[in-house]
Structures are given as structure tokens and as C-alpha cells.
């Protein structure tokens, strides 16, 4: 259904806050040097960015006074998806790009960094430390043979160290890779063994929920697996000796060498990401370095609204993409905030006490975590002095309406609320924040800068105010080059470009709305399809998780063999909770009112637990596959799942339904 007029929205930037953000100026600056539309506001602007592709891109460089070390001699070569084929001849080094602020002398002793850990304790990195630790890790990695192309990897917390490895790696042209230290050895090898690291970078263990986690073990198995490894590097964060033949941290930072950037190519690699991987293999996405600093540029710089006065600050690890997006609001002169430690540690308003003892004018966190807050009744408004804030973002799954009103009431109501969503396979936002634009409850903002969005039917055929599949019919510069051991494209194709050849299909169902925003619905590949019906996962959790009996849920929609179809919901009680009739009426009477008959379950089940991806995704294909009866050693890869034990469920479930 579309409406005439859009709904009223939560809330509205005044005009001062327009007249101030950079996307702002950056509009008014293109309209004057490359023709972009004076006037109509961020609508005019967008369609224009999406329309004259190479101009908006060009645009973006020179606005953010990209340095190209060598000139490119066009910007976009070949627009083909995949295989694009960005500013070709152009060399540049992302390192330089995010240590830039350091160069400024009255900037130097400002805080680049912010690191923060369970003490709530923040201790500054200054940037002419940053950069002297990173000019001086370089010339070590130089010295220990690591040549461009070479891998490095990193198995870290959130720290210091961790950016200054990233850093530096990025400076001689090296790709980096990491994985959080919460991670077994399985998953670890199962991402590091594809790419053959040459370097790792290690904790002795890291501290969670105040509590020490040892990992000396995990490393040493690690070491054994990794046979590409020439040198283990030692982070005492528990205070234990480097191991026998690790190089201990402290001795590679010492030094003062000024950074030496190694000028690459554009399309050179910069990292290497992995998919969640819960069916098989993660997929080892390689990321360029100027396709990666032009996307930030652009979302940090524009659609974040961030500068060298801002904090930001983000829940995250360095085995989530937020990570990699994170370090880069280096790229703006903004202080970044690290924080190492448990989300709700040690209680649910942790993070809100963390922004506020940090000045954090932009704190993201994951959309669970305001949920939690919420049924926590936690006040953030109320308990901490958040008045720098300007910004809470969400992503890792879709804010529900509650969330929106929760954060306008209990946070402050002249609130800029960003929910976005975009994936580890660009590492950036598809859509969501836009600080000119209002914010309607339960909606992103808009579509990104650059990023031609669109809700496709199955036939290909656009839809407005319509569940469809979520495409991208123009290349972004930060969609992966490649993926690593994929020599001959097939798997990266199958990923994005099988449904509709030359088009990116995401795998989310969304709608976007007749006023420009989208309402992301869940993933399509586990998509609820009921009588011809496609209905988003995302819509029954949030109606369901209202209920204050409800921890969390699991929706799974099941075609079975006699043409019929079995929608049963996992739910996760709350403490004390009883799934009595009751309360299995209330949830149906519930899902019924809120969505529709058709949203109703078949059966509503109790689990001990909701199983999810180690970044904190519930894992809703794997368990539809196990409920179709395909084995455990198939239906998902152990090492990329939080707690295995939860899936011997439903595992143990399709037997007694294949009886019965």
C-alpha cells in the first residue's frame, strides 16, 4: 500500500542543523563545480549521485582532497557488476589518508584514539603517537620481509594495538585480516587459512564480563595451523611473557620512523573480510584500498556528518565489519572510541556510560542492545549527561518501531536516530543515515549517496511501497574485487549475480516507501512464504519481543513434501517466565492483531536459546535446514556458531516430526 502524504515523523532536523552539516556544503560545492542540483535537498542530490555515477564520484575526491599519488586517468573504466573497474591508473595509500590529522601541528596532541575497557576508563592515543607507532610497525614489517600484497593478521580485542597494526599494515601495502580473540581456533583457521597470513599479531587472552579469558592455548594451535607464518607478534594484555620465538609488541613500536606509504594502485587490497559462514566456508571478501576510502569518505564524511571535533564511537569487535568502519573515522580527523569489553558489563546501561564519559557525539550500537535496554528499563536520558550526542546509530539487524520511541523518549527527543543496513560484502550502508532528512519510526532514512537502490519483484520489475528483494544496479566502489581463492569469479558471482545477472541482490527483503526511505524485513533466503505471502522474519520478532515473557525468538517457515507448510516459533523466555497457554495465546492474539492471521505460527515452541552467528546474527537458515532433515555436518559450520549445543534441537525435532 503506498499513501498519499507520509506519515508524520518522529523527528525533524531544525534548520540550523541543515544549514550545518557537511552534506550541506558538499551539495551547494558540487552544484557550483560539477553541475549537481542547487536546490530539492537531499532527494536532488541523491538521484543526481546515482544518475552521473563518475561525476558524484570525482566529486567525492576531490571534495575530501583525495591524494592520488599518481593521477587516474577516468574514473569509472568499465561498469560492469562484477568487475567494475575504478579510477584506473590512480595510486594512493589509505594509511596516509587516516593519519592525515596528525600532520597538522595544532592537532597533535589531540586524542585520536579513546581506549576504554571494562573499568570505563578512557585512555587517550594522541595522533602524533598513533602515527609515530605507525611509521615505526612499518618499517619493522619491512624489515621482517612483509612486501605489498603479503598478508597480515591480527587475532585482537578492540585495542590500540589493533589500529596501530591495521595502520601500518595498509602503509607498505600489505592486507590485513582479523578475527576477534572470543573466536575458537576452528573459526579463526577456517578465515585465516584461506588467505595464508605471513604475520600474526596476538593477545595472551582478553577480559569479558569481568572476568580473564586465557587464549595462550588457542594461539599456540594457531601457530601450529599456519604454516605461511613467519613472525607471531605477542600483546601481553594479561601481562604474561611473549611466548618462546614471538616478537614481543613493545619491541616493534619503539622506534621512530616517520611512516613511509606505499603508493598501490587503487584496486589494490586492503583487507579481507569474512561472511558469517554458518553453511560452509566463510567467504574471504578482499576490499580495495581506494574503493574503501572513497565509500568512508563518503559515509562518515557525508551521511555521518563527521569532522575532527566529533567522538565516535561504536559497539563492535574486530571480527565485525563496524570494526574496519569504525578505525575509519580516522579518515575525517574524528577521535575514535574503542571500547574491549562486554556490551552489558556490568550492567545493561554500560554503553550509555560509556558515551557519556567519552563525549561520543555519534555512539552505534547493535539494535538488540536498545531492545534490551527497553525491557531493562534502563533511562539513559535520565542517568547519564548525553548531551554531546547528536547521533544514535543501529545496525545488525532492523530497529523495530519500539526501539525508535524508546530512544526519542528515553534518550532526548531532539535526537537524530540512524538505523542502517548495508553488509560485511561492502562494508558500508546500502541506506540509513541522512542528517538533512526527517526520521519515520520504524524506517531508514534513505538510500545512500551513490548507491542506486532499488525493491525488485522476481521478474526484475521495481516496486514502491512493495516487499521486494534488495538490488543495487550500479557498482559501488567498495563491493568486493574479488573473493580470495576464487580464481575464476564463479563463487562471487553466485553470491550477488545469479538471481539477476549484472544486478547486486543483496538477500534482505525490503520496501521502499513512496516518501524515499526503506523498511528493511529480514533476509530473503530464509524468507516466510505463506500462500503466496512473502513476509519478513524481522516484523514477528519485533511483535513477539514486546511481550515481556520473551527473551528472544526464532521464525522458521517450512515447505514440506505434501505441498503444505510448517511455521513453528523457537522463543527464548525471560527469567521466571512460563510457556503456558496463556501465554502461547497471547503471543498468537499478538502476531495476529500487530501483522496478520497469516504472521500466526503453527506452533510455539520453548528453547533453551537462540543460536546465532559469532557477530551476533540469529541463525535462521541453518535451522531450517536441519528442520528439512539435512545433517548437522551439512546444515551448518560448526566454528562460525556461538553455542553448537543449541542446534542438536531441532536437529533431534526433525527426527520425532520425520516419525510422527
Known sequence: MTSATPPEPLWSPGPDRIAAARITAFQAWAAERFGAPADGGYPALHSWSVDELDTFWQAVAEWFDVRFTTPYESVLADRSMPGARWFPGATLNYAEHALRAAEDPARADDAALLYVDETHEATPVTWAELRRQVGALAAELRALGVRPGDRVSGYLPNIPEAVTALLATAAVGAVWTSCAPDFGARSVLDRFQQVEPVVLFTVDGYRYGGKEHDRRDTVAELRAELPSLRAVVHIPLLGTP?????????????????????????????????????????????????????????????????????????????????WNFLVSGLLTGTTVVLYDGSPGYPDTAAQWRIAERTGATLYGTSAAYVMACRKAEVHPGRDFDLSAVKCVATTGSPLPPDGFRWLHDEVAEDLWIASVSGGTDVCSCFAGAVPTLPVHIGELQAACLGTDLQSWDPSGKPLTGEVGELVVTNPMPSMPIRFWNDPDGSRYRDSYFEMFPGVWRHGDWITITDHGSVVIHGRSDSTLNRQGVRMGSADIYEAVERLPEIKESLVIGLEEPNGGYWMPLFVHLAPGATLDDDLRGRIKATIREELSPRHVPDEVIEVAGIPHTLTGKRIEVPVKRLLQGTPMAKAVNPGSVDNLDLLHFYEELARTRTRD
Do not use: N
Open 242 to 322: 611473549a611466548p618462546e620465538s614471538a616478537v614481543a609488541w613493545s619491541d616493534l613500536v619503539s622506534g621512530s620512523a616517520e611512516p613511509v606509504f606505499e603508493p598501490v594502485p587503487f584496486d589494490h587490497p586492503l583487507w579481507v573480510l569474512y561472511s558469517s559462514g554458518t553453511t560452509g566456508l566463510p567467504k574471504a571478501i578482499v576490499q580495495s584500498q581506494g574503493g574503501i576510502l572513497l565509500e568512508h569518505l563518503k559515509q562518515l564524511g557525508l551521511h555521518c556528518d563527521l569532522g575532527p571535533e566529533d567522538r565516535f564511537f561504536w559497539y563492535t569487535s574486530t571480527g565485525w565489519m563496524m
